[in-house]
């Protein structure tokens, strides 16, 4: 120790069973176990001090065996365990670890005086030991697709994360002794602190991973472990797609707003006024009295319902008036028609709400999640007061009567319009074809998701399974399994136009009936008068020629 910190190595002695209790302030501590003949510390040691924190050295005594030494000594998968025997002028350097009840030793490498430490492995220590060698991993999984189903003729885990799972398993040799969990539940923490689902395996030791898509919060990082993410995703609140197919009479307005409506109507009057002005200048009184401001306003009118003018102006600033008519009709009718046609034939949905704060005003709404689930335990742990009161208000009352699972929130959805679901945009998307309905997520309600394997706590295997889950993600495995799951969609699955039938145009149709009768009978009533008037004049009626 006095050779060490001459060379500013902070060292200690201690015993195994006070490791812990005053750490010496670095990552990983280098623990060297002095050489002995009895292994009784040794097997106490490697089940109480958690191995994987430190790198152990462990002495040789001269002429001893590694093999009697660590005779019912476990060393766990995960530790990174060395023993140092001297042969001739080296220190050899071996690597020590279990898989499954069978020792493995792995030349590390060798230290002497002169030339310092050699080391003879290549790779990462986790590249070393992904081979378990047909090591039977016990698991659990649920029905949920399409993250997991589970094939009643082969027992294997199928879906997403099953096909994760399944080249997990021909990476790292081994095998899996699946247990389902009965219930198809991921787990909750109960009022009496016990877990139920797969997490309550977990924590019972009864298997080493759940093999699911789990969303990590505080509760279950107490209880079990979770490996890197395997996917992401957002979790909404889908509603039922409500179809604004109706045209209503005042769609026709709609294309145009009031301050335009009111520019359009002003540039009418104002021209109107504007040429029986200049008409007022002529001097032919003939002119001057067939052509008054009500008769400018019927041209200019006319004009704008793209009609033509019986007058024919002479005047050049009496043309140029009604060029500057033309073009401004010209361009409101365009745009007027391209917007009203457009309604027509784009596909619009109305949400009932945007929002929590929005949900939380209607009184008809109700709301669900999947039972003993992530996002039920999020509202549950809400602090956020607008969470909570939405907890309080929709869910706390049927806690114990929520969906078992998202196709049958989704589906619930579809069958009442009055309904929201709260889940995965994965299992959303991946639904929606089997779905009677389209639903559709509320835009500023949401929050991402990140979704992992769980693993029993302190399990060994948990930095190799990260280890290799990382490697698939680098070689783009991970995205290929999504891509396979959820296929990219097609542009025309995408389109929001349909055809325009006549229901859609049925408010036109009746404006256009309603203008015909008004028409017939304002043409009958002219007719009418002009009868009468030529009886009392004791005129007759040309016969038309």
């Known amino acids: 120790m006095r050779l060490l910190a001459k060379h500013d190595v902070t060292a200690r002695a ?45 002495c040789l005594p001269t002429g001893g065996s590694v093999q009697e030494l660590l005779q019912g000594v476990r060393i766990p998968l995960d530790s990174e365990f060395l023993v140092a025997h001297v042969q001739d002028q080296d220190v050899v350097l071996t690597e020590m670890y279990h898989i499954s009840d069978n020792l493995q030793e792995f030349h590390f490498g060798t230290w002497n005086p002169s030339s310092g430490l050699y080391v003879s492995s290549e790779g990462d220590i986790y590249d070393r030991r992904s081979n378990l060698q047909g090591t039977v991993i016990s698991a659990s999984s649920i029905q949920g697709p399409p993250m997991t189903a589970i094939d009643k003729e082969t027992g294997r885990i199928m879906g997403f994360v099953g096909d994760v799972w399944a080249e997990l398993e021909l990476r790292m040799n081994f095998r899996t002794e699946l247990k389902r969990e009965p219930a198809d539940s991921y787990g909750a923490l109960t009022k009496n602190g016990t877990w139920t689902g797969m997490i309550a395996l977990l924590v019972s ?93 019927l041209h200019v009118y006319s004009i704008f319902c793209q009609q033509g003018v019986e007058a024919v102006p002479g005047a050049m600033s009496c043309r140029l008036v009604y060029v500057g ?108 074809k089997s779905l009677s309905c389209y639903v559709v997520p509320l835009p500023e309600a949401f929050t991402r998701e990140y979704l992992s394997l769980a693993v029993a706590k302190n399990s060994a295997y948990l930095d190799i399974i990260n280890h290799n889950l990382l490697k698939l993600r680098h070689d783009g495995s991970l995205k290929r399994f999504h891509t396979h799951t959820w296929p990219p969609r097609t542009l025309e699955s995408d389109s929001t136009w349909h055809s325009v039938d006549i229901f859609d145009v049925m408010s036109i149709l009746i404006v256009l009936a309603a203008g015909t009768v008004m028409a017939t009978v304002f043409l009958a009533v002219e007719i009418l008068h002009q009868q009468l008037s030529l009886r009392n004049t004791g005129q007759c009626r040309l016969p038309a020629i």
Request: neutral net charge; charged residues 20%.
């Open 14 to 58: 201690a015993c195994y069973h006070t490791l812990g209790d005053s750490p010496l302030g670095c990552k990983m501590p280098l623990h060297i176990i002095l050489p002995c003949h009895d292994n009784a510390h040794l097997r106490e040691m490697t089940t109480t001090v958690r191995m994987k924190d430190a790198v152990w050295l462990l």
């Open 325 to 432: 008519v033309y073009f401004t009709a010209v361009t409101l009718c365009a745009a007027y028609s391209a917007t009203l046609v457009s309604s027509l034939a784009v596909q619009t949905n109305a949400l009932p709400f945007k929002n929590f704060q929005q949900m939380l005003k209607r009184n008809d709404f109700e709301m669900g999640v999947v039972n003993n689930s992530a996002v039920l335990s999020e509202f549950e742990e809400a602090t956020d007061p607008i969470l909570h009161q939405v907890y309080s208000r929709f869910i706390a009352h049927k806690r114990y009567n929520l969906p078992p699972n998202s196709i049958f929130g989704l589906n619930k959805v579809c069958e009442n319009k009055k309904y929201a679901f709260v889940t995965s945009s994965l299992i959303a998307t991946y639904t929606e």
């Open 205 to 297: 030791g009864d298997v080493e991973v759940a093999v699911g898509d789990f969303t990590v919060n505080t509760q279950r990082a107490k209880a079990v472990d979770f490996t890197v993410p395997v996917s992401e995703s957002v979790v909404s609140v889908y509603v039922r797609w409500i179809e604004l197919r109706d045209f209503d009479l005042k769609d026709f307005l709609a294309p145009f707003s009031k301050e335009l409506w009111i520019t359009a109507i002003a540039v009418i009057f104002t021209m109107s006024l504007c040429l029986a002005a200049i008409r007022s200048f002529e001097h032919h009184e003939e002119s001057r009295r067939r052509y008054g401001a009500f008769r400018y306003l």
